[in-house]
Nanobody
């Protein structure tokens, strides 16, 4: 499966962005999907993920209440709606997918085999 992320850009603090991740080559039904981010000089960190069934979603504490992950199986697309953005949200955002990720591993980036190219999000104060 190939993943293509888009939707990044430069915004002011408090504004919103919606990232999209389109999958090519296989359906996302039955596949766990996750969003991760990496800021300059920092390790990649977990942002949000959805279980294989889409029935459960988890978020990092730093984005909970501000970010929402959603899936559109008809479009084979996963979204990350980011509201109330903060300068510390500045990073390259990556989507990931893997049909074998179980719920307990959703936050673990090494559990995902398929990754899209990142999309840059820059939030200015």
């Amino acid at each position: 499966v190939q993943l293509q992320a888009s939707g990044g850009g430069g915004v002011q603090a408090g504004e919103s962005l919606r990232l999209s991740c389109v999958a090519y080559g296989r359906t996302l039904r039955g596949v766990a999907v996750g969003w991760f981010r990496q800021a300059p000089g920092r390790e990649r960190e977990f942002v949000a993920a959805s279980t294989r069934t889409g029935g459960g979603t988890v978020y990092s504490d730093s984005v909970k209440g501000r970010f929402t992950l959603s899936r559109d199986n008809a479009k084979n697309t996963v979204y990350l709606q980011m509201n109330s953005l903060k300068p510390e949200d500045t990073a390259v955002y990556y989507c990931a997918a893997d049909a074998s990720v179980i719920s307990s591993s959703l936050r673990n980036d090494i559990a995902y085999d398929y990754w899209g190219r990142g999309t840059q999000v820059t939030v200015s104060s």
